[in-house]
Nanobody, 124 residues
Framework: QVQLVESGGGLVQTGGSLRLSCAAS????????MAWFRQVPGKEREFVAA????????YYADSVKGRFTISRDSAKNTVDLQMNSLKPEDTAVYYC?????????????????WGQGTQVTVSS
């Protein structure tokens, strides 16, 4: 098993940047494909980005491509989401998630482990 704890959320103006971090503990970090999702009240949780176990492959939702960057540090057991050029529509609770395998998915039901979430608010 792996435990996930997100940090780094907050309030930022349109066009600003934030960096989210997810710290993993428990089982071997390198066994997990990692991802970020986000959720707005009343809407389904949606895929934001994912990164392979090696870090060599990354995947993004079209809505964040070119603005967000996902990365992982196996020495620190962390996965980060650098968010630039933020827009009000990026406002959401952001969740870190892990799949115990080499594949990735944009579907929430494929992920085995979740963090508690961190709020990101982008003011206009």
């Amino acid at each position: 098993q792996v435990q996930l704890v997100e940090s780094g959320g907050g309030l930022v103006q349109t066009g600003g940047s934030l960096r989210l971090s997810c710290a993993a503990s428990g089982s071997s970090f390198n066994l997990y494909t990692m991802a970020w999702f986000r959720q707005v009240p009343g809407k389904e949780r949606e895929f934001v980005a994912a990164i392979s176990r090696s870090g060599g492959s990354t995947y993004y939702a079209d809505s964040v491509k070119g603005r967000f960057t996902i990365s992982r540090d196996s020495a620190k057991n962390t996965v980060d989401l650098q968010m630039n050029s933020l827009k009000p529509e990026d406002t959401a609770v952001y969740y870190c998630a892990a799949i115990g395998g080499s594949y990735y998915s944009r579907s929430t039901d494929q992920y085995h482990y979740w963090g508690q979430g961190t709020q990101v608010t982008v003011s206009s």
